[in-house]
C-alpha cells in the first residue's frame, strides 16, 4: 500500500514555544490531508481537513490560529502547534488520500508531543 | 452525520479462541465502512474495508469483517487469536461530503483486544 511518513515521532518542546510536525505522502500524490489528535485511551478526533493548494476545512471547536495547516504541495503538509501549553501535549495523527473520491486513507506514524 | 459505536472498550481472549469486535454504525447515506489496528505509539494499519459488492470482507492477518445492512453492523471476527494480534481496532464509517468531494472519517471509540496466553 501507499507510505505515509510523518516526522518526527516523537518532540518534547517548552510552554510558549512552536512546533511543526511534517506529514509527506511517499509514492503518491495526496489531493487531500487529514489531521487527527488521539486523546489517551480515547479515538481519533479530527482536526482539520486540508486540500492542496487551499486553506484548511477547521472542525468545530478546534483553533485554527492555534494549529496552523499548510498543504503546500501535493505531497506534503504540515501542524504547526503556536504558543504550545501542557494541554496541547498528545498522539497527532495524519492521513493522506490520493484523490478526492478515493475510498482509502493511509496513516502516518503519528508524532507524540509533550510540552513540559 | 454519521457515528460508530464499539461496544466493548476491551475486550480478552485466549489464544486460539475465536475474535470478535463488535461494531455499529448510523449514516444517512451508503457508507464505506473500515477496521484499523493500531499498536502502540504508531500510526494505523488498515485491516479490511467494505465499499460496495460482497458483504463479507477479508482482511489482512487473517481477519474478516461482514456488512450487515439490517442490522447496521461491521463486526470484525478472526477465527483463532494469536499473541501478536493485541492491539487496539478502531471500527470507521466514511461518507462523501458534499462540498469539497472528499470522505469523510468518523471513527469509534476503539476496543483494546488482549489476548491471554
Known amino acids: 500500500g501507499a507510505v505515509v511518513s510523518q516526522h518526527p515521532s516523537r518532540v518534547i518542546c517548552k510552554s510558549g514555544t512552536s512546533v511543526k510536525i511534517e506529514c509527506r505522502s511517499l509514492?503518491?500524490?495526496?489531493?487531500?490531508m487529514f489531521w487527527y489528535r488521539q486523546f489517551p485511551k480515547q479515538s481519533l478526533m479530527l482536526m482539520a481537513t486540508s486540500n492542496e493548494g487551499s486553506k484548511a476545512t477547521y472542525e468545530q471547536g478546534v483553533e485554527k490560529d492555534k494549529f496552523l495547516i499548510n498543504h503546500a504541495s501535493l505531497t506534503l503538509s504540515t501542524l504547526t502547534v503556536t504558543s504550545a501549553h501542557p494541554e496541547d501535549s498528545s498522539f497527532y495523527i495524519c492521513?493522506?488520500?490520493?484523490?478526492?473520491?478515493?475510498?482509502?486513507?493511509?496513516f502516518g506514524q503519528g508524532t507524540r508531543l509533550t510540552v513540559v | 452525520a454519521q457515528s460508530v459505536t464499539q461496544l466493548g472498550s476491551h475486550v480478552s481472549v485466549s489464544e486460539g479462541a475465536l475474535v470478535l469486535l463488535r461494531c455499529n454504525y448510523s449514516?444517512?447515506?451508503?457508507?464505506?465502512l473500515f477496521w484499523y489496528v493500531q499498536y502502540p505509539n504508531q500510526g494505523l494499519q488498515l485491516l479490511l474495508k467494505?465499499?460496495?459488492?460482497?458483504?463479507l470482507v477479508k482482511g489482512i492477518n487473517g481477519f474478516e469483517a461482514e456488512f450487515k445492512k439490517s442490522e447496521t453492523s461491521f463486526h470484525l471476527t478472526k477465527p483463532s487469536a494469536h499473541m501478536s494480534d493485541a492491539a487496539e481496532y478502531f471500527c470507521a464509517v466514511s461518507v462523501k461530503v458534499t462540498f469539497g468531494g472528499y470522505q469523510k472519517v468518523t471513527f469509534g471509540i476503539g476496543t483494546k483486544l488482549q489476548v491471554i496466553p
Open positions: 509514492d503518491f500524490q495526496a489531493t487531500t
Open positions: 467494505y465499499t460496495t459488492g460482497a458483504t
Open positions: 492521513s493522506a488520500r490520493g484523490s478526492r473520491g478515493a475510498t482509502e486513507a493511509f
Open positions: 449514516s444517512s447515506v451508503p457508507p464505506y
